[in-house]
C-alpha cells in the first residue's frame, strides 16, 4: 500500500489521539475521543476523494509547527494534570493537517473542526438552561409506556422510572437532563446538515433537509433510551450503564451516515438527460 500524504494525515491523527492514553500525567477524556474518533471516521468516508485533491506540501518550518504544537498540548496537560479533552483533540487535528499538507489546506477541514465546536457548545448548554423538567418528565413518560407495551411493568413519577429487573429487582432510571439529548440532537443534528452546505444548495431544499436532520436526531435519542431500558430489564444494571454511555454515539453516527446517503441524493443536481445520453442521428431509409 502506497503511503500517500491522505494516509500519513490518517496516521498521525490517529498517533495524536492515543499516545496521551500512555503518557504519565496526561490521560485521555474517553467519550470525547470515543465521539471525535467515529465523527472523523464518518467525515474521512464523506471526503476521502476530496482529501486526495489536496495537493499542498508542508513545508520544513510547517513540519516543526505542527509537531511542536501537539508535543506543547501534551505538556500543558501534564502540567495541569488534566486529561486530553474535545478541544485538544481539535488542536491535535488541526496541528496534524499543517505537519502534512502545511496551512494552507486547513480550509479544507473546517467541517470537522466546526463540529467539533458546535459538539462543545452542545455539552455546555446545561450551563445556561439547566431547567429540563418538562421535557425529562415527557420522555420518562414515553418510556414508561413503551415498556408497558413492551410487556414490562413500568412506573413513572416525574423524571423517575421504575422498573423490575428479569430477577424481579426493583431498579429506578433517572431520565435526567442529559438523557433529553438536547445536547445530541444539537451535536449531531448540525453534523448531519452541516457537510450538506458544501453543495451549495436552494434554500427550498435544504430547509426540509434540515428539518429531517433535526428530527430524525431527535427520535432517534428517543429509540437510545428504548435500547437502554431493555438492556437494564434483560442484561442488568453493568450492561445497562454500558450502553447508555456508548450506544448513543453509535446509532447517531449511524444516523448520520444515512441522512447523508439520502440528502445527498435529493440535493446533488440531476443531470439533464442531454448530457448523459449521446444524440445519435437518425438516418431516414
Not at 472523523?40 to 485533491?53: E, G, P, Q, R, Y
Request: with cysteine.
Amino acid at each position: 500500500m502506497e503511503l500517500t500524504r491522505p494516509r500519513i494525515l490518517i496516521l498521525t491523527i490517529l498517533a495524536g489521539f492515543l499516545l496521551p492514553g500512555v503518557l504519565p500525567s496526561v490521560g485521555l477524556d474517553y467519550p470525547y475521543f470515543f465521539i471525535t474518533v467515529i465523527v472523523l471516521f464518518a467525515w474521512f468516508i464523506i471526503k476521502w476523494d476530496s482529501v486526495k485533491t489536496i495537493t499542498t506540501k508542508s513545508g520544513k518550518g510547517e513540519i516543526a509547527i505542527g509537531l511542536g504544537v501537539i508535543a506543547g498540548d501534551y505538556f500543558v496537560n501534564a502540567f495541569r494534570g488534566s486529561t486530553v479533552g474535545l478541544i485538544d483533540l481539535l488542536i491535535i487535528l488541526l496541528a496534524s493537517v499543517v505537519f502534512v499538507f502545511g496551512f494552507r489546506a486547513l480550509r479544507s477541514f473546517w467541517i470537522p473542526v466546526a463540529y467539533g465546536i458546535i459538539l462543545l457548545a452542545g455539552y455546555q448548554i446545561e450551563n445556561y438552561a439547566p431547567n429540563y423538567v418538562a421535557l425529562q418528565d415527557w420522555l420518562a413518560g414515553v418510556m414508561a409506556g413503551a415498556m408497558k407495551t413492551l410487556g414490562i411493568g413500568a412506573v413513572v413519577t416525574g423524571h423517575l422510572v421504575t422498573i423490575n429487573l428479569a430477577n424481579g429487582t426493583p431498579v429506578v432510571l433517572d431520565v435526567s437532563s442529559d438523557c433529553t439529548g438536547l445536547q445530541g440532537i444539537l451535536a449531531f443534528g448540525m453534523l448531519s446538515t452541516m457537510t450538506l452546505l458544501d453543495l451549495k444548495p436552494r434554500m427550498s431544499r435544504i430547509i426540509p433537509i434540515f428539518a429531517i436532520g433535526f428530527l430524525g436526531a431527535f427520535l432517534i435519542n428517543v429509540l437510545r433510551l428504548v435500547v437502554v431500558f431493555l438492556t437494564f430489564e434483560y442484561f442488568g444494571i453493568d450492561a445497562g450503564s454500558t450502553m447508555h454511555l456508548y450506544f448513543g454515539y453509535l446509532i447517531f453516527i449511524g444516523w448520520v451516515l444515512a441522512f447523508w446517503m439520502i440528502a445527498f441524493r435529493y440535493l446533488l443536481p440531476v443531470r439533464p438527460l442531454s448530457s448523459q445520453v449521446a444524440m445519435t442521428p437518425v438516418v431516414m431509409a
